[in-house]
C-alpha cells in the first residue's frame, strides 16, 4: 500500500470549509469521525476496492459507501450503463421501461416479493413499508430492535423507555414523543421480548421490522430460531413481519437474508447495491394480496425513482452479481480477511469478536459472544478508534465508527487482503 501522508492537510482545509457551508461539516452523521476522532477524509476518486482523498493518499477501501459497491467503486459494466443512459436524460417525472426491468429482476431474484415500489432512498423504503403495514392491518403500533437502524423516519429514531417503561422514546431532538409512542423497542435475538410486547399490546401491532442480519450496530447475526420465531409470532397475530435488507439485500446472497435463511417476510426494504451506487430504495412488497400501496395509501410521485440513469446503472449491478461463482469468491476473500485478523488479535492478545455473515464483518473490541445491543455496547470503543487510525496510517479504510460493517467487494484482491492483514498486524500490536 503507497505511504499516508498522516497529516491530510488537503482533507482538514476541506473539512474546515465544509463546516462553514454543511451542519458539521458532512451529510450524514456517521461520516463525521466524530466515534473516533480526527478529521473526516474528503474523497476525491475511488476505483476498484480503492479510494483517493484529497491529500492523494490512496486507501483500501472496506466501507464501499456503507455497502453499495459489492463490484466495487466505478466498475466498468456500471459505469457504462449510467452513461449509456444519462445522453438519453436524467429525469422525466413518467415512468420508464429500466424501473420495470428492475422491479422484475427483484421479483425474479427474492421468492417473497411479488411487486415492487421504487422510491429514492432506504429510508423512504422502511418509510413507505411501515405505512404500507400500518394502512392495510388498521393498526398504529410499530415494533423494532435495538441497535438496528432503519433511516432517519421520525417514527424509527427511538430507544426504549427507562425500566420497566414499555413506551419508547425519542433518541432525537425534534421527534416527538407522540410519535415515539407508537414505537415498541425490543431486543435483537430475543423473542420473548417480542412476544412480551404483543402481550402487552394486542391486536395494535403492525409489523415488527428488523435487519434479517444486524448491521447498524456492527454486524450481528440472527440466532438459531430467531428470524422463524417472529415469523411464528407475527403470523400468529396477524402483524407484518418486514425486512430491511437495505444492507443484506443482495448482500449476504443473490436473494438477501430471506434466501439465506429461508424466511418469507411480507415486505421486503432494498437500497444499496440495487442502485448500483447511486440513490435508490425500493420497497418490494411480497406475499400479500396488494400491491403497490393499500388502497388510499399514498406514496409521492416526483422524487420516486426520479434517477432512470441509475436504474440502469442499478440493472447492470444484479446481472453482474448472478454471475456463477459470485458470492463463493466473496466469501472465500471475506473468509480469510476474517480469520486473518482473529489470529492477528490472538498473537497480540487482543480479545477480538469478529462477526461475520458472508462479505459483511464486524470486529468488535470485546472477548464476546456479540449478540445483541447490550454486548455490543460492551465493546471496547477508545480500542476501537485507535485501531482505526493505525489502520488508516497503514493505508486502510475502515468505517470510522466501532458499530457499523466491514464490506468487501468482488475488486478486494488477494493482495489487498494480505495487505490489510499485514496493517491489522501492526495495528493490533499497538492498540
Ligand atoms: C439497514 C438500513 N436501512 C435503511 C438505511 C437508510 O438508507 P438511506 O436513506 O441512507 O438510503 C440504512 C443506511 N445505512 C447507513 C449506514 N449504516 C448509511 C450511512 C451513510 O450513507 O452515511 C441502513 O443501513
Given amino acids: 500500500i503507497v505511504s499516508v501522508s498522516p497529516e491530510f492537510e488537503d482533507c482538514k482545509e476541506i473539512a474546515q470549509r465544509a463546516q ?11 461520516r463525521s469521525f466524530k466515534s473516533v476522532g480526527g478529521t473526516p477524509l474528503f474523497i476525491q476518486r ?55 426491468e428492475l422491479a422484475k429482476m427483484i421479483v425474479d431474484a427474492l421468492p417473497s416479493v411479488d411487486m415492487v415500489r421504487l422510491v429514492s432512498s432506504g429510508t423512504e423504503a422502511t418509510m ?28 424509527l429514531l427511538v430507544e426504549a423507555g427507562s425500566g420497566g417503561a414499555t413506551y419508547s422514546i425519542p433518541n ?14 425490543a431486543d435483537y435475538n430475543d423473542v420473548n421480548s417480542v412476544q412480551r410486547l404483543f402481550d402487552s399490546h394486542p391486536a395494535e401491532i ?40 437495505v444492507i443484506t439485500g443482495f448482500r449476504v446472497a443473490y436473494g438477501g437474508a430471506q434466501t439465506l435463511y429461508g424466511i418469507v417476510p411480507d415486505l421486503t426494504c432494498l437500497g444499496k447495491i440495487i442502485g448500483g451506487g447511486c440513490r435508490w430504495g425500493p420497497t418490494a412488497e411480497g406475499g400479500m394480496s396488494w400491491s403497490g400501496s393499500a388502497p388510499g395509501q399514498y406514496v409521492p410521485g416526483w ?4 434517477k432512470p440513469a441509475c436504474g440502469n446503472g442499478g440493472d ?27 489470529a492477528a488479535a490472538l498473537k497480540a492478545e487482543v480479545p477480538l469478536t469478529i462477526n461475520r ?41 475502515l468505517a470510522p465508527s466501532p458499530f457499523e460493517a466491514a464490506f468487501v467487494s468482488t475488486a478486494h484482491t488477494p493482495e489487498d487482503i494480505g495487505a490489510t492483514l499485514e496493517a491489522a498486524e501492526y495495528a493490533l500490536a499497538r492498540v
Fill in 172 to 185: 432525537s431532538a425534534g421527534v416527538p414523543e407522540g410519535y415515539a409512542r407508537e414505537t415498541l423497542v
Fill in 46 to 100: 475511488g476505483k476498484g476496492s480503492r479510494i483517493w482523498d484529497a491529500d492523494g493518499n490512496e486507501l483500501v477501501d472496506y466501507v464501499g459507501s456503507w455497502g453499495p459497491l459489492i463490484l466495487g467503486h466505478a466498475h466498468d459494466s456500471v459505469v457504462e450503463a449510467v452513461e449509456r443512459a444519462l445522453g438519453k436524460g436524467l429525469t422525466f417525472g413518467a415512468p420508464t421501461e429500466g424501473e420495470v
Fill in 357 to 397: 455473515v458472508g462479505s459483511i464483518m464486524t470486529a468488535f473490541f470485546n472477548g464476546g459472544p456479540v449478540e445483541g445491543w447490550d454486548s455490543v455496547a460492551a465493546s471496547d470503543r477508545e480500542r476501537y478508534s485507535a485501531y482505526f487510525h493505525l489502520m488508516l496510517e497503514r493505508g486502510v479504510y
Fill in 128 to 155: 413507505s413499508a411501515i405505512r404500507a403495514a400500518r394502512a392495510f392491518t388498521g393498526r398504529s403500533k410499530i415494533v423494532k430492535f435495538a441497535g438496528c437502524y432503519h433511516g432517519h423516519n421520525d417514527g
Fill in 303 to 306: 422524487h420516486t425513482v426520479r
Fill in 206 to 245: 403492525a409489523a415488527v421490522i428488523l435487519e434479517p442480519v444486524a448491521a447498524n450496530m456492527g454486524v450481528v447475526p440472527p440466532a438459531p430460531g430467531f428470524l422463524e420465531g417472529l415469523r411464528l409470532l407475527t403470523a400468529n397475530n396477524d402483524a407484518l413481519l418486514i425486512f430491511d435488507e
Fill in 316 to 342: 447492470s449491478n444484479p446481472q453482474g452479481l448472478a454471475a456463477p461463482g459470485t458470492y463463493e469468491g466473496l466469501e472465500a476473500a471475506s473468509a480469510r480477511l476474517a480469520d486473518g485478523l482473529a
Fill in 20 to 30: 462553514d457551508h454543511i451542519p458539521g461539516g458532512v451529510n450524514s452523521p456517521v
